[in-house]
């Protein structure tokens, strides 16, 4: 896949994390589309370290996006974490 289908990828399984997860954050969009990418990439790594798959196999395949949603939403709660022990402190 190219940049261009992970941007997107990033986008959309940034924003589902979100949603699956609703609640304050500090950065808007680009730190959601950051996640989101970074969470893609998390996923398929972990799916393929863990479960031996390749879970990045095209744009219109269920294990990315699956793969890319799960790493989104790990990378949120940790970013929730540090962001929220910093705002705290």
Do not use: Q
Request: hydrophobic content about 55%; proline content about 2%; cysteine-free.
């Amino acid at each position: 896949m190219g940049i261009i289908a992970w941007i997107l990828i990033g986008l959309i399984a940034g924003f589902i994390a979100k949603a699956l997860m609703p609640g304050k954050d500090p950065g808007g969009i680009i730190i959601t589309t950051l996640i989101g990418i970074a969470g893609g990439l998390l996923g398929g790594w972990l799916g393929k370290v863990i479960f031996g798959v390749d879970s990045i196999d095209g744009f219109f395949e269920l294990s990315t996006w699956i793969a890319a949603i799960i790493g989104s939403v790990i990378l949120l709660v940790l970013y929730r974490l540090v962001a929220g022990n910093r705002r705290h402190s």
